[in-house]
Structure formats: C-alpha cells, structure tokens
C-alpha cells in the first residue's frame, strides 16, 4: 500500500522505502499512517480558511468565483481523504480482531470473514479517486488547471503516409475526449492530396477540475509511426512523424 506523505507546499503518494517494507513485512497489523489524520486536519484547517475568504469577497468578483472554485477542490480532496482514513482504520481493526484469534484463519468466524472482505471492497473502490489525486498532483505548471486546450496535430516528414497518420492520430484523440466526456469544437482540417490530413485542428473543453490542458501537453512533440505503407508501390517499411 502506498504511504501518503504531505508537506506544507504539495500533497503527493509516495511508495514505501525498503526500510519500511521490512518493517510492514514484519507486522500482522494494518494501521493507519501517522501522516494521513495529520494531512486530514491540514485539508480541514485549509477549507474552514477558504471559507473565511469567500465570506468577506464580493459575491460574482473575480477573486469570489476563484475562491470558490478552489474551496470546491479542497473540500473533494478532504472528502477523498477522510473516506481512505476511515477505511483504512476500518481494515485495521478488522485485521486485528483476526491476529487476535488464536485458531487457524480457515477457521475464523464468518463475521470476521464478512468484514476482511467488506474491508477489502471498500479499500478497492476508494482506489480509483486516489490514484486521481496522485495525478492531479502531479499539475504544476501555470496553465494546468486550465478545462480547454487548442488541439493541434500538423504531418511531419513522410508525404501521403504522413498525412494519413495524422487522421489516424485525429480519430484516436477524438475517441479519447469522448471517453471522457470532453466536448470538441473549432474542428478545422486541411485535408491531403492522396488521402488523411496535413493539419487537424479543435478546441477541447472539459469539466472544472478535469485539468485538460495539463493532462493533454504530455502529448506535445512528434509522434513516429513505422509500418509496411500501403502507399508505396513496393511494399516497403517507412518511417513517417506528425506533430502535436
């Protein structure tokens, strides 16, 4: 299990030092971290200060609607945190109860059963909104938290190939934000001679909170394609690129 670490700038998942494996390897006990009420009460203290702010701004200001929408992230982050504590002080006591059983585990009562196994469901279903938080904390840059971007996928070297992959790479994005829900628009293309496109260009819009911009400028720099081209009269392997 991952060990949640905070300092006072940024909130992170951290993997356990090998130190920290033996001593967990050690233990028949699943308790809480130390760091996870203390990171609890941060976010609490935190939200109870953004409020304090919101409460003296002028309703509909620009300052009023930014500190609402940071006390909204807070308040998701400390709801997210309070449910893993709880559920992992739940799990401890649980496997407590059946460390202090002296017969076999094959023997335990299957009201301990029940509650390994509820203790189990509720730790799995809570790891989804973790791992989003450990990526979201991963958005420092400046424009991160932005819910647009400006989407544009340009053929490099590689002539009708090029232009191909580039309606290839168009499709595979397009089917992604609708994954997400993400709506598209501005959608401009300057099509190939042959076939596919020479440029692909859109607007994409998420949510508040979904990061678009963030998530999406990983994908930033050319994208290599390599494949028996069905474009070359003699069968040959190329090599082409487009560029995001």
Known sequence: MERITTTASEIYLSRPSAEDSEAASSSSKLTASPSLPGLVELLSRESESLEMDLSVLKVGSEASIKAMRNLSKMQGLLADFEAWRDAVEDAGAVLEIASDTSSPSSSLSSDVLEMLDESISTLSSLQPSLDLRSVESSFKGKYDDRPSCRFLITAGAGGTEACDWVGMLARMYLSYFNSKGWSVSGDSRAPGDVTG????????????????????????????????????????????????
Do not use: C, D, W
Request: a positive charge; proline letters at 2%; charged letters at 25%.
């Open 197 to 244: 496109y020479r440029s692909v260009e859109f607007v994409v819009t998420g949510g508040e909170g979904e990061h678009v911009y963030g998530r999406m400028k990983g994908e930033k720099g050319a994208h290599r394609l390599v494949r028996i081209s069905p474009f070359n009269s003699q069968g040959k392997r190329m090599t082409t690129f487009a560029g995001v």
